[in-house]
Structure formats: C-alpha cells, structure tokens
C-alpha cells in the first residue's frame, strides 16, 4: 500500500480509520436514572396496566426495542407538533430517555412489575 501512497496519505487514512472506530460508539448505561425519569416510567407504566394493555404493550416494546434511539429522534423532530397535544417537558424527557439502550428493558420490567398479582413472587 505504501507504494501507491505517499506518507501523507498513509497517515491521514490511519487518522481516519482511527477516527471512525469510535464514530458510532455509544455511551454506557451504568449511570442511574434520574428520580424524575423514574416517576415518568412508573406513570408510564401505571397507564398501560389500568388500561389492561400488558400484553400488547410488551411485545411491542420488546420487537420495537433495537429502534428505541430512531423513536427518540422522530420524537425530537416532532416535538414542535407535539406541543400542541403534549406537555413539552415530558416530551422532551421521553425523547431523552429513548437515547438510553436500557430504559425499554426498563420499563418492560416495571410493567411486568404492576401488572403482577399482589401475592406472585417474579421469578
């Protein structure tokens, strides 16, 4: 490769290469979620157990989980539409917590979590 390349152009492809390695890194998801994002779940998740939706709002989320950060921002995109109908703030949070790979799983867990019988022990 060195033959057709000048030094120059060897190490600006190095630089590159290195630059891209990282591009579509993505944070980790050890940082704890805020109490607010939290409550925001739980209410969440609150709805669509009085709601009876369990089932439905399971298996949705768990097919849909890969495309959570392509929701968060659809959701950014929208969220000058969305004002009308919706609190922007939480919105604004929900496209936030969409960002995050954990939060589906999340909210999976406490779904299951509220729409357990009152003696049932999760295994």
Known sequence: MRLFFSES????LAQLRAGLRHAFAVESE?????????????RIAEVIVNRR????????L??????NFL??????????????AFNTKEVEQVAR?????????????IIEAK??????VAQ
């Open 9 to 12: 152009a060897v190490g600006k």
């Open 30 to 42: 050890t940082r704890p979620l805020a109490v607010e994002d939290v409550q925001l779940l739980e």
């Open 53 to 60: 939706m369990t089932a439905p709002a399971t298996m949705f």
């Open 62 to 67: 768990e097919s849909m989980g890969p495309m």
């Open 71 to 84: 929701g968060s921002q659809a959701l950014h995109f929208l969220t000058p539409i969305l004002d009308c």
């Open 97 to 109: 917590l969409l960002e995050r790979r954990d939060t589906v799983t999340r909210l999976i867990a």
């Open 115 to 120: 729409s357990a019988p009152q003696g049932a």
